[in-house]
């Protein structure tokens, strides 16, 4: 960010609001310590998934994809970065296996978006091994719900799309630019009757 007027910043800085965005709506559904994410997917959300769960104290941060070579490369980005999340990667085949461990099962992925709007990156059998305290996420955010977060629904567990961390990613991309807290509530509905319309 380039400096400002009255010279209270120097240089520039980055910033990554997806994990802000990411983590809001779970501060508020309980406590993560010693929890277990299972996320599908490794591509660059995955990374501020991995990044939120990391820093609300999940102890297990399982990740499930399709090609071998991507999920290494995935472990590899994390060497040098300042977060040490307890991550491991597994093949999307071996999942019905670690379901039932999750706290926290998110989609990463593009399965369900408008174009596959039927499907879902998880089978209801799948599905049917989760825990009913576990939460589904989704970070999709249109259709609403999704098919994923439809069966996880119909088994019972509590569901976030991606609506939520769309809001909050942008309030949070707002608020450095402004200097000053922003209406997000306002915000909320604003993309809620625009999703809906």
Known sequence: MPSTPSGTRQGWAGSNTDVAGFMAPLKDSGEWTEKTAVVLGNGGAARAVVAGCTQLGFSKILIFGR?????????????????????????????????????????????????????????????????????????IYTPRPTCFLQLAAQRGLTIIDGAEMLVQQGAAALEIWLNRPVPVDTMRRALLAKLEA
Request: charged share 20%; glycine share 2%; aromatic share 4%.
């Open 67 to 139: 090609n071998p070579q991507k999920l290494d490369a995935f472990v590899d980005s994390w060497q040098d970065s300042a977060l040490k999340p307890p991550l491991s990667v597994h093949p999307l085949d071996d999942i019905a296996d670690s379901i039932p461990t999750a706290d926290l099962i998110v989609n990463t992925t593009p399965v369900g978006m408008p174009a596959a709007a039927a499907e879902s990156p998880l089978e209801a059998e799948v599905l049917a091994g989760a825990k009913s305290s576990a939460v589904a996420y989704d970070l």
